[in-house]
């Protein structure tokens, strides 16, 4: 499966965004897709994932109340709702999926190419 994470991009401290991550050469409801993201200098930090059936979602303490994964299996898509964003949320978001996975993983077999999301104070 083949992602392309998208809807980066500059917004003030407590604004909102919402990312895409689309896939295309298989359906996206067998895959559990999860979000992270990477700042410069630092680590691969784990936001939160959406299981394959069912919806569950699972947050890191970090975002947790201030972002939703959401999925619309019509359009293949994933979305990651963004509000109340801060200065810390600026990084680079990656989408993953993995098939047929529990949203508690952490490890992902296919990834997106990255979206900046940049949070000016």
């Known amino acids: 499966v083949q992602l392309q994470a998208s809807g980066g991009g500059l917004v003030q401290a407590g604004g909102s965004l919402r990312l895409s991550c689309a896939a295309s050469g298989r359906t996206l409801s067998s895959y559990t897709v999860g979000w992270f993201r990477q700042a410069p200098g630092k680590e691969r930090e784990y936001v939160g994932a959406?299981?394959?059936?069912?919806?569950?979602?699972y947050y890191a303490n970090s975002v947790k109340g201030r972002f939703t994964i959401s999925r619309d299996n019509a359009k293949n898509t994933v979305y990651l709702q963004m509000t109340s964003l801060k200065p810390e949320d600026t990084a680079v978001y990656y989408c993953?999926?993995?098939?047929?996975?529990?949203?508690?993983?952490?490890?992902?077999?296919?990834w997106g190419q990255g979206t900046q999301v940049t949070v000016s104070s």
């Open positions: 993953a999926a993995r098939y047929l996975a529990p949203p508690t993983i952490y490890e992902y077999d296919y």
């Open positions: 959406i299981r394959w059936s069912g919806g569950t979602t």
